[in-house]
């Protein structure tokens, strides 16, 4: 089974330039997550979709993160402008249904952002 | 929504020894428990499970409790060996499935 992948691996901006993760869940699922890890720290929701739908997006920075799931398949989540604090490692996860009790999540290598 | 807290944030142990971790949770229906590990650089990994309906579960070295009644969860991990140095989350997690992690423990175990 194949896993989650994303990409780029790795991005390095400026402050205030734009940037864009990709991310494929494991075929058939239906949530998708993305998180932040800052480092030293566990991982921090930002968005969970089900299939195409928004379940929550209530610690995503709405005036520069967005994300998208349109065809309920991939996704991106997308920073505009960057700032230095979204250094972070990006993970995108997806599990089986969240409907489902006990739905394993699986992670994706995740995108080590750094913003100079 | 959910607090999950988790200790110690770091444990040094000899190679052979036993380390255990502990997390907290603060919602009673939380109901699915998960723990990670992730190694420098890499994607956190799902090590082991366990749902509410039992107490114990057990995969070869790895071993976690769970204890609704005073919402707290446990891994323990028996002779230790230097490739289980990483990070360890542990997470809870209710219908539908948001999974809330603790802050993480660097498990350092010296040959």
């Known amino acids: 089974e194949a896993g989650v992948a994303q990409s780029p691996r790795y991005k390095i901006i400026e402050k205030r330039q734009s940037v864009a993760f990709w991310c494929n869940p494991i075929?058939?699922?239906?949530?998708l997550y993305w998180y932040q890890q800052i480092l030293g720290q566990g991982p921090k929701l930002l968005i969970q979709?089900?299939?195409?739908?928004?379940?929550?997006d209530s610690q995503l920075p709405k005036d520069r993160f967005s994300a998208e799931r349109l065809k309920g398949v991939d996704s991106t989540l997308k920073i505009q402008p960057a700032k230095l604090e979204d250094s972070a490692v990006y993970l995108c996860?997806?599990?089986?249904?969240?409907?489902?009790?006990?739905?394993?999540?699986?992670f994706g290598p995740g995108t080590r952002l750094t913003v100079l | 929504g959910e607090n999950v807290e988790q200790h110690p944030s770091t444990l040094s142990v000899q190679e052979g020894d036993s380390a255990v971790i502990k997390c907290t949770y603060s919602?009673?229906?939380?109901?699915?428990f998960p723990w990670y590990k992730q190694e420098l650089g890499k994607r956190p990994q799902l090590i082991i499970d366990?749902?509410?309906?039992?107490g114990e579960k057990k995969d070869q070295r790895i071993a976690v409790t769970l204890n609704k009644t005073a919402k707290h969860f446990s891994l323990h991990i028996t002779e230790t060996q230097p490739e289980d140095s990483a990070v360890y989350f542990c997470?809870?997690?209710?219908?539908?499935?948001?999974?809330?992690f603790g802050s993480g423990t660097k498990l350092n175990v010296k040959p």
């Open positions: 997470a809870a997690s209710m219908v539908p499935n948001k999974f809330y």
């Open positions: 366990i749902r509410s309906n039992v």
């Open positions: 075929s058939g699922h239906a949530t």
């Open positions: 919602d009673s229906a939380s109901n699915y």
């Open positions: 996860a997806s599990s089986l249904d969240q409907y489902r009790e006990g739905s394993r999540e699986y």
């Open positions: 979709f089900q299939n195409n739908g928004v379940v929550d």
